[in-house]
């Protein structure tokens, strides 16, 4: 009998990660030196992906009975486990489901925790699996391999031409650029693309995919994010609700009365009055940086405005571990860099020149002319407007016309 084990602890600051290997004589049975060569390079892999750890099916007969605690459950052609009692949409999928999140305790799916057998401990994972495989049975963090033959890439879907005219009253869909991307799929299975996505939105929505990218990122419209967004407000920059001095009473309306003196004072929060009441202490920001603080959250501290720069029409939207949106605080990054017209000294003769609109956004201020160029075949045609025409009275065409060409 040819047995694999791995194990994970957790000691002081650093994981340590254990292998052992027991090979023990079965009559009968030949152990393939492959296998400790399989073995070597998932302990690699694992090395390299911890302390998140991918617990994937080894390769092997994809109509194998997976055999654990006396339950048999089976394995499907694309290496998923399927529980007993679901049918084949209920299935666990082991390469990706019980990784997608370390917060969760096991799959979403189908309560994969009775075939996954994973479970998140704090700091500490443990987790175990194993299945028959010919004589023998091992235990096993091998990736699984890509399907032997080439599956077809799906079609793209038409995307109907821009009108060069507003239509009479806003359209609540957009129609151009809130689209599923056709080459997306998850992990190495082109079979998982948008429209599986779209099956079960709450799960999978926020899975990684081939490209790098997560599902609610690249399949927009299955994952709902085709609603188009109120005018926008100044939210931003508003008077916290929640500081005061030392009472209650004494609160930004209280600071606002003498600015001079209160908004130094520090409040019960620890924040002067001046970092919590920016519009009382008349401490708006203006300058269009990006903020070197703001990050997703507090386990991806990698993905900060120069990781929203690199998808700003679907990154822009995220709110970060502080609570700002990336539109808020990545200006730069999601292009909300609202340049200050100058005015002329005094009115031409000639007709007013093709140019820019300074005032014109789509949904949100920072979409403006120069969001639109980076993307002119999609957005061109979108419907926007500004305060004093309405949110949506004329596209990227009429207003952003050195950007869209229409001059």
Request: with cysteine; charged share 20%.
């Amino acid at each position: 009998m040819f047995k694999l084990e791995a194990k994970r602890g957790l000691m002081g600051p650093a994981f340590l990660l254990f292998f052992t290997a027991v090979v023990h004589a079965a009559e009968g049975v030949k152990v393939h030196s492959g296998e400790i060569e399989q073995f070597a390079e998932a302990q690699k892999r694992v090395d390299e992906s911890a302390p998140v750890v991918r617990a994937n099916l080894a390769q092997g007969t994809p109509t194998g009975v997976i055999k654990r605690q006396g339950v048999q459950t089976r394995l499907l052609t694309n290496n998923d486990i399927l529980c007993p009692g679901y049918n084949e949409s209920d299935y666990c999928d082991c390469d990706y489901d019980c990784n997608a999140n370390p917060a969760w305790c096991s799959c979403s799916e189908a309560e994969a925790e009775d075939c996954c057998n994973m479970t998140y401990m704090g700091s500490s994972y443990s987790y175990s699996y194993s299945y028959s495989y010919y004589s023998y049975s091992y235990y096993s963090f091998i990736y699984t391999a890509p399907t032997t033959s080439p599956i077809p890439a799906p079609t793209a879907s038409p995307v109907p031409a821009p009108t060069t005219s507003p239509t009479s009253s806003p359209s609540m869909q957009t129609t151009y650029n809130c689209r599923d991307d056709s080459t997306w799929y998850k992990g190495n299975n082109p079979l998982k693309d948008c429209d599986w996505v779209s099956k079960n939105t709450n799960v999978r929505c926020g899975y990684k995919g081939n490209d790098g990218t997560y599902a609610d990122e690249s399949c927009q419209r299955s994952c709902g994010g085709c609603v188009p967004t109120p005018m926008p407000t100044a939210a931003w920059c508003e008077d916290s609700t929640t500081w005061y001095r030392t009472k209650a009473s004494r609160n930004c309306d209280w600071v606002s009365k003498n600015t001079d003196n209160r908004c130094a004072k520090t409040g019960v929060d620890g924040t002067t009055g001046e970092e919590s009441c920016l519009r009382a202490c008349d401490n708006c920001p203006t300058a269009c940086d990006d903020s070197t603080t703001w990050y997703l959250s507090a386990y991806e501290t990698f993905k900060n405005c120069d990781w929203v720069s690199e998808k700003s029409d679907a990154r822009c939207v995220k709110t970060g571990s502080d609570g700002t949106t990336a539109g808020e605080s990545c200006s730069a990054a999601c292009g909300g860099c609202v340049p200050t017209p100058v005015p002329s000294t005094a009115p031409t003769s000639s007709p007013t020149p093709c140019k820019d609109s300074t005032t014109w956004y789509r949904g949100k201020t920072w979409k403006i002319c120069s969001w639109v160029g980076k993307d002119t075949d999609s957005r061109c045609g979108l419907m926007g407007g500004d305060s004093t025409a309405g949110a949506y009275s004329s596209t990227g065409y009429e207003s952003c016309q050195v950007t869209c060409g229409s001059c």
